[in-house]
């Protein structure tokens, strides 16, 4: 017999919810500091450890929410996070970095490489459930995951001359006081994570079913502003200790592990519905998100405060959308 976090009273489940996001934020924190720790002991370049281990420790929320989602046969959900998370990351979490620091300047190969990449998934998988009748169906996860083992192997192939931009920047104190000590608190960390994801889609469920709510919506504003905090974290962290670089790598790292790696498995496990709302509004929102993004990269190599403005205009009005939705 299943466990489930969600109970028949409603301020209860809210309780719940939020007690499930807190575990979610901070089992992220465990783990982000023991990988990134450990990480440094094996020689692993500081920009190579924000690009994939920061990238995607702070993805880790949407994976154990989405992943669970999958199994219980939840795709809507799953959609709505996934594609939430990545809009809330580009035009809210790096509106307010760009806002706090007033500018960012953009390394060439960010754009070349990264961002590109990026942006490429975001079409690829509008793409795809257009093309499969409003379905990612299992063969469109394996795809994705074959992209997303080419980019990791791409990234640690050259990962001697992504050391070279390191310079200048300081590096992160030790967290735990011993390398097994950093092992405990990613063991730690990855069973808070687990636990909050549970919490979380359980009363996202409940919820919506008894609220007669759209679970795509709902995911891709409450769930997905949820799963986006630590990448908010790790963002004004990065700011505050001028790594401003790493900052913008764990957003677009973030996106691309999202998108990319988290939505192939879930894929994989269970072909993923793509609603309505989801195919013709929320996908294009965020590829015009990756859109402003890549182009405001390329002008001038930096981001401004005005596109940090236009950024969080744009967060604005998705929510707008959404409320009028649900409501």
């Known amino acids: 017999m299943e466990i489930s976090f969600a109970t028949d009273i ?28 450990i990480a440094r002991e094996f020689k692993i370049p500081e920009i190579v450890i924000g690009l994939t281990l920061v990238s995607i420790g702070t993805s880790l929320p949407e994976f154990a929410t989405d992943i669970y989602a ?159 905090v630590p990448e908010l974290a790790v963002t004004i962290g990065s700011v505050i200790k001028n790594k401003k670089s790493i900052a913008l790598g764990n957003i677009i790292g973030s996106c691309i592990f999202n998108l990319v790696f988290i939505m192939g498995l879930c894929a994989i496990i269970n072909p993923i519905p793509v609603a309505k709302e989801i195919l013709y509004v929320i996908n294009p929102i965020m590829i015009l998100c990756g859109i402003m993004l890549v182009v405001f990269m390329r002008t001038g190599w930096r981001l401004v405060r005005l596109e940090g403005i236009i950024f969080l205009l744009t967060y604005v009005g998705f929510i707008i959308y959404n409320v009028f939705k649900v409501c």
């Open 10 to 37: 409603l301020t209860v489940n809210i309780l719940l919810f939020v007690v499930g996001l807190a575990l979610l934020i901070k089992g992220c924190d465990f783990f982000i500091d023991a990988a990134a720790q």
């Open 70 to 228: 999958s199994v219980q046969g939840q795709g809507n959900i799953v959609i709505g996070d996934l594609v939430g998370s990545n809009i809330t990351n580009i035009s809210l979490v790096l509106g307010v970095g760009i806002m706090l620091t007033g500018g960012m300047s953009i390394p060439k190969h960010l754009i070349k490489r990264d961002a590109l990449f990026m942006l490429g998934s975001f079409f690829l998988v509008g793409g795809i459930a257009f093309i499969a009748n409003g379905e990612l169906p299992r063969w469109s996860g394996v795809i994705l995951l074959i992209l997303m083992t080419g980019y990791f192997i791409y990234l640690f192939k050259n990962r001697n001359a992504l050391a070279e931009l390191e310079e200048g920047e300081e590096h992160e104190e030790a967290a735990f006081k011993s390398i097994k000590v950093a092992w405990i608190f990613l063991l730690i960390g990855l069973v808070m994570i687990f636990i909050g994801a549970k919490a979380l889609v359980d009363n996202v469920i409940y919820v919506a079913n008894r609220l007669h709510l759209n679970k795509a919506l709902i995911a891709a504003t409450v769930v997905a502003f949820g799963t986006s």
